[in-house]
C-alpha cells in the first residue's frame, strides 16, 4: 500500500473508532479509559492497574465492582502483548456496555493515536474520557515551510496546527556600503556572489529536510521583499521541491515567529489545496463518465469491486460517509459468498441452499475497499462527505466510484 493510501486508512479507522467510542456511556462508573505514553515502561502500567484493581474492591456495588475489575483484566491482558508502547504511545478504551434488558456487554478498544499520547492517564467513569483525541480528528496535512531573506534563513514544517523548526541559519553576505567607482562595482559581484551560495545553502537544506518526507504535500515559502520571489523562480530548490511549491507570501520575519506568521498569512492557500484534490479528482471521474463508452470510469460497489479484482482499477474513490460493513459467510453444506449490508443481520439463510450460514468475517466496507486495493497496488482516496464533491459521490454513485487503467 503506498504511503498516502496507508496515511488515509489509518485516518479513517481511528475517526471511525472515535465515533463509535464518544457515544458509548456505561451504567455506573465502570468505563476505563487508559493513556499510555511512548516512554511509559509496559511493566510500571501494568503495576499501576494492579493496585487499581485492589483498590476497587472497596467499591459498595458489587456489579460495578465485578465490572471494574473484569475491564482492568482485559486490559492487562491486552498489555501482555506488549514489549513496549508504539512510537506514539497506545489508548485503550474497555468497560461493560448496556444492552437490551439487564444484559451488558464488555468492549475494548485499543488506538494506536495518530499524534503522541504525552502522559499517562488513568479515568474510571461513566464515559470514556476521549477529549485528548478529539483534536487529533482534525485532517492534519503536513507542510514544508521556508522563510528567507538575505541575512537569514529558516526551515520548518506545519502538521496541523503544529509548527515544528528544523533549522535556522544565519547567511555572510555582507551589507551594502557607501564607496563609490569600481571599488563599488567590485563590492557588488561579491555580495551577489555570497547571495547566490546562501541562497544554494538553503536549497541544500531544504533538500536535506524535505525531500524523503512523502507526507509533505506542499511547501509554502515567505519573507520580507522580492527575495523569496527571487529564490523560487531562479531555480534553486530541488526539482522535486520544486513542483510542490504552494505560493510565496509576504512575511515581516524569517525567524520562528516568521514561520508562524507564514502559517497565518497562507490559511486561506492551505484549506484550497485539499478541497481542490477532491474537485480534481471528481472532475476527473466526471470527464471519464462523460465519454461516450464511459470512458476510465466505474461507479456502484459491484461494478468497482469487479475492475479493482481484475487490476483494472488505478484510483478508489470512497466516501467517509459511507456506513456499510462487508460480511463474509459459509453455510454448513460449504457454500461461501460475501454481501454488503448496513448492519449485521441476526440470522443468515444460504442464498445457495436455504441453510443457516455462519459468519466467518465481518469488517467495514472502506476496510475491506482497502485490502482489496493492497493487493492490486490500487489508490485509494478518502473524500469527505461534507464537500460538494463528497456530496455528489455520495448522492450519486452511492459513495463507491473508480478511475480506471484501462477499459474491462
Request: glycine share 8%; proline share 3%.
Amino acid at each position: 500500500m503506498d504511503e498516502r493510501s496507508s496515511t488515509e486508512r489509518a485516518r479513517y479507522d481511528f475517526k471511525k473508532a472515535m465515533q463509535e467510542i464518544v457515544d458509548l456511556r456505561g451504567r455506573g462508573t465502570e468505563l476505563i479509559s487508559v493513556y499510555i505514553p511512548p516512554s511509559k515502561q509496559i511493566s510500571d502500567v501494568m503495576a499501576y492497574l494492579r493496585n487499581e484493581y485492589s483498590q476497587s474492591s472497596n467499591i459498595k456495588s458489587k456489579s460495578t465492582m465485578k465490572n471494574v475489575q473484569g475491564a482492568i483484566d482485559s486490559i492487562m491482558s491486552r498489555l501482555r502483548t506488549y514489549k513496549s508502547p508504539p512510537p506514539h504511545g497506545i489508548v485503550i478504551f474497555c468497560g461493560e456496555i448496556p444492552r437490551a434488558g439487564d444484559q451488558t456487554r464488555m468492549v475494548q478498544y485499543v488506538l494506536e493515536p495518530p499524534e503522541a499520547v504525552t502522559t499517562f492517564f488513568y479515568r474510571c467513569d461513566s464515559q470514556f474520557y476521549t477529549e485528548p483525541l478529539l483534536g487529533m480528528l482534525l485532517d492534519k496535512k503536513t507542510y514544508g515551510l521556508i522563510t528567507l531573506d538575505r541575512a537569514e534563513a529558516t526551515l520548518g514544517l506545519l502538521t496541523g496546527s503544529k509548527v515544528m523548526i528544523i533549522k535556522n541559519f544565519d547567511s555572510m553576505v555582507p551589507r551594502k556600503h557607501r564607496q563609490g567607482g569600481q571599488s563599488q562595482q567590485r563590492f557588488e559581484r561579491l555580495i551577489e556572489i555570497a547571495a547566490h551560495e546562501f541562497f544554494k545553502k538553503i536549497a541544500d537544506n531544504a533538500t536535506e529536510a524535505f525531500l524523503e518526507r512523502p507526507e509533505m504535500i506542499g511547501l509554502l515559502i515567505g519573507g520580507p521583499g522580492a527575495t523569496k520571489d527571487y529564490f523560487v523562480k531562479e531555480g534553486y530548490l530541488h526539482h522535486e521541491l520544486q513542483k510542490k511549491v504552494v505560493d510565496t507570501f509576504d512575511t515581516g520575519y524569517t525567524d520562528e515567529y516568521g514561520l508562524r506568521e507564514l502559517v497565518e498569512n497562507a490559511r486561506s492557500a492551505i484549506t484550497d489545496i485539499e478541497l481542490m484534490r477532491e474537485k480534481e479528482l471528481i472532475q476527473r471521474l466526471l470527464t471519464e463518465i462523460r465519454n461516450a463508452d464511459g470512458g476510465l470510469s466505474a461507479y456502484g460497489e459491484e461494478v468497482v469491486r469487479d475492475a479493482t479484482e481484475a487490476g483494472a482499477a488505478d484510483v478508489l474513490l470512497l466516501s467517509e460517509g459511507l456506513n456499510k460493513r462487508r460480511i463474509y459467510v459459509k453455510c454448513q453444506n460449504g457454500h461461501s459468498y460475501a454481501f454488503t449490508s448496513s448492519a449485521e443481520p441476526e440470522k443468515i439463510e444460504c442464498r445457495e441452499c436455504g441453510s443457516y450460514a455462519e459468519i466467518v468475517n465481518d469488517v467495514d466496507l472502506v476496510d475491506d475497499f482497502f485490502e482489496l486495493a493492497d493487493k492490486f497496488s490500487t489508490s485509494v482516496e478518502i473524500i469527505s462527505a461534507d464537500s460538494e464533491e463528497g456530496e455528489m459521490l455520495m448522492k450519486a454513485f452511492g459513495g463507491i466510484a473508480a478511475i480506471l487503467r484501462y477499459r474491462v
